[in-house]
């Protein structure tokens, strides 16, 4: 049980990058998820959450209006596309899935991905 994030690297200020968080040996149908993220140094914070039935969204201020958290359980991934990236915005980013799919604004996820680094750097 298992999940692999994808789609980081290094961008320039202003430019977008959508992460990929693909689910194995379990569905995401009834699962919460959710992207964090952890700047060095800082705590890891949450960024975005979506529950099961998809009808409750959650961003964090600092990224709201700039990204937008998607699942597509047919090929059992979460998305985060990001745009207008700014320099604060690098950090690891991690995905994670809660079996208590009604409730995804909480840190308590059952299922961990290794995270992706994110560098926005002119």
């Known amino acids: 049980l298992q999940l692999v994030e994808s789609g980081g690297g290094l961008v320039q200020p202003g430019g977008s990058l959508r992460l990929s968080c693909a689910a194995s040996?379990?569905?995401?149908?009834?699962?919460?998820v959710a992207w964090f993220r952890q700047a060095p140094g800082k705590e890891r914070e949450g960024v975005s959450c979506?529950?099961?039935?998809?009808?409750?969204?959650y961003y964090v201020d600092f990224v709201k209006g700039r990204f937008t958290i998607s699942r597509d359980n047919a090929k059992n991934t979460v998305y985060l596309q990001m745009n207008r990236l700014k320099s604060e915005d690098t950090a690891v980013y991690y995905c994670?899935?809660?079996?208590?799919?009604?409730?995804?604004?909480?840190?308590?996820?059952?299922?961990w991905g290794q995270g992706t680094q994110v560098t926005v750097s002119s």
């Open positions: 040996g379990f569905s995401l149908d009834y699962y919460a």
């Open positions: 994670a899935a809660r079996s208590s799919g009604d409730v995804c604004r909480t840190h308590q996820y059952d299922y």
């Open positions: 979506m529950n099961s039935s998809e009808n409750s969204t």
